[in-house]
């Protein structure tokens, strides 16, 4: 994925690269890192502030829904889609994150590959959304939110490595989620 991006940005006449030639290099791989971020923001301290969950939550399912209808890569507007970024700074950015890669590269990926067919890929997001819809009323117990974003994490990270172990360990997870969420709410 970091090759495309770096190849990408190779090709281009200017030292600029537009955020939509960036997410088109990424391809289906993209949702998995968006998905494992803001899933990790609202797991980490940063999701106690009051509707930070689910101001993400809402970005997080409309992502989701874009996995579900088909799209094979991020739907970025166009206002956003033109907007450059200096070359220097996202070479910089894919040499940070390559060792990063290589080691997630050595950890996972290329098992159960069925589990990261696009069906699967599209169930993923319906359970995703179906997590989503948990967080509003879970902010209501304190750091409640970083249980439905743990399954939405893993679906991030098996989506990101193509790893069918992965996606199998996210929706195990996501079902948790499902049932111990509500459990949390109705026992408080």
Do not use: H
Request: glycine letters at 10%; proline letters at 7%.
């Amino acid at each position: 994925m970091l090759d495309r991006l770096k190849a990408r940005m190779e090709e281009g006449d200017d030292e600029a690269v537009t955020i939509g030639d960036a997410v088109e290099a990424i391809g289906t791989r993209g949702f998995g890192p968006v998905f494992l971020a803001l899933a990790l923001l609202v797991a980490s301290p940063f999701g106690g502030i009051p509707t930070v969950p689910t101001i993400f939550a809402a970005m997080l399912a409309i992502l989701a829904g874009q996995m579900v209808i088909g799209r094979q890569s991020l739907y970025v507007p166009g206002i956003f889609a033109r907007r450059e970024v200096p070359g220097k700074r996202v070479a910089k950015g894919v040499d940070w994150l390559r060792p990063i890669a290589q080691r997630m590269d050595r950890w996972f990926g290329r098992r159960l590959v069925v589990m990261t067919s696009d069906p699967a890929r599209r169930l993923a997001g319906v359970v995703i959304m179906a997590l989503c819809v948990t967080v509003p009323p879970l902010e209501f117990v304190p750091f409640a939110s970083a249980i439905p974003m743990t399954g939405i994490a893993l679906f991030g990270l098996a989506i990101t490595a193509r790893d069918g172990l992965l996606m199998m360990l996210a929706f195990a997870a996501a079902a948790a989620a499902l049932i111990g969420g509500p459990w949390l709410l109705l026992s408080n």
